[in-house]
């Protein structure tokens, strides 16, 4: 049975466990009364939040709402409460439609909103799309995503045995068809000119500083002054590119290798930097993840927001994805290193973005 579907009330032992808890924080609350939160009182809020009842979902959500301790907080909470609660203890969060977006309160509902859409939950229940549709009309970022997940999105949150991080070549080229080098691409990739947009580069690169992975990402985008031939676009073209990660290319053992990927395993891929965080990071929250995978995969391609969601699936389709690794002092291939180039539909744009996670000391990378 669901988490979320009715079911009978909580027995004796949540009774129990429920009470404690709340007696616990209420100490707590008490003994650091304006004082910066301390973890004892995170912990504590986490437990009030995983323990299945009403009154426990309504006294974590005042609670997190009071505390003002900023999104991480909020968000984990959000996730906790939607993982664990049921659909009918989390109705009454949104009796009252609010009168604007700002302020923790609101942000804890609209997280929770997003945390439900992820799991196919929430929708046609009446108060629950009432306060969604007024978000929508107040603007909240989170409201632009839709309330079930699209098909494109279908490997948020899965793990699959034996799928973790791509760190080899060997691994790259077992899960992806390798694009074959050619002669043309060296050639196309030196009439390339950079098209500088700092603000498509923060938009691609958010997942990863969102997550707190270890390098500062690196996102660039190059046009051509002739339309490049597909069969070109692939690692000898990409070598050509004056890129911070391919920096030395050449002076390590080994040889960088393109392959053909799709739209939902770039997604993917966005999705998790910031939903699982770094290695020296923090996760996200789903709601929030999937916003920021979405504005990089935008950026990628280059879209104005204000494109609707399935039409980017479709245009996405139209562009062609590649990713790729190289041996420098960017690649670690010990925790993550992710890199992807998207060549536009007109074939006269790339867009690279390449992250690294690594606990590494003392590498060159700034």
């Known amino acids: 049975m669901s988490r979320n579907e009715e079911t009978p009330g909580d027995g004796a032992s949540d009774r129990h466990v429920r009470e404690r808890s709340l007696a ?175 603000g498509r580069a923060n938009a691609a690169t958010r997942p990863f500083r969102a997550g707190g992975w270890a390098r500062e990402p690196e996102a660039r985008v190059f046009t051509l002054p002739s339309p490049l031939s597909s069969d070109d676009f692939g690692i000898s073209f990409i070598k050509e590119l004056p890129l911070r990660c391919l920096a030395g290319e050449g002076s390590r053992r080994g040889s960088a290798v393109a392959c053909a990927t799709t739209p939902d395993d770039v997604l993917n891929e966005l999705f998790s930097a910031s939903y699982v965080g770094g290695v020296n990071g923090q996760g996200q929250g789903g709601a929030y993840a999937r916003l920021y995978a979405w504005q990089s995969l935008y950026a990628l391609m280059g879209l104005p927001m204000a494109v609707p969601l399935l039409e980017a699936v479709r245009r996405a389709a139209d562009h062609r994805w590649l990713r790729f690794m190289a041996f420098t002092d960017w690649f670690h291939h010990d925790t993550s290193d992710l890199a992807f180039a998207v060549l536009d539909p007109t074939r006269t744009r790339v867009a690279v973005l390449a992250a690294t996670d690594t606990d590494v000391d003392g590498d060159v990378l700034g």
């Not at 070549?169 to 899960?175: E, F, I, P, T």
């Open 24 to 198: 616990d924080l209420q100490r707590l609350c008490q003994s650091v009364a304006g004082e910066p939160l301390r973890g004892d009182v995170a912990r504590t809020v986490g437990r009030i939040a995983e323990t299945p009842s009403r009154d426990s979902v309504t006294f974590a959500a005042d609670l997190v709402s009071r505390l003002g301790e900023g999104d991480r907080l909020l968000r984990s909470v959000a996730a906790k409460l939607v993982k664990v609660q049921h659909l009918r203890n989390l109705e009454p969060l949104f009796d009252d439609v609010p009168d604007g977006i700002g302020g923790p309160s609101v942000e804890l509902r609209a997280c929770v909103l997003g945390e439900l859409a992820l799991i196919g939950s929430g929708t046609g229940r009446r108060s629950l799309d009432a306060y969604a549709e007024k978000l929508g009309e107040l603007g909240h970022p989170l409201a632009r995503l839709p309330r079930t997940r699209l098909d494109i999105e279908h490997r948020f949150t899965v793990r699959v045995r034996g799928l973790g991080s791509v760190k080899t070549a060997k691994q790259l080229r077992s899960r992806f068809p390798e694009v074959p080098s050619t002669e043309g691409g060296t050639v196309a990739a030196r009439g390339a000119g950079e098209a500088r947009d700092d």
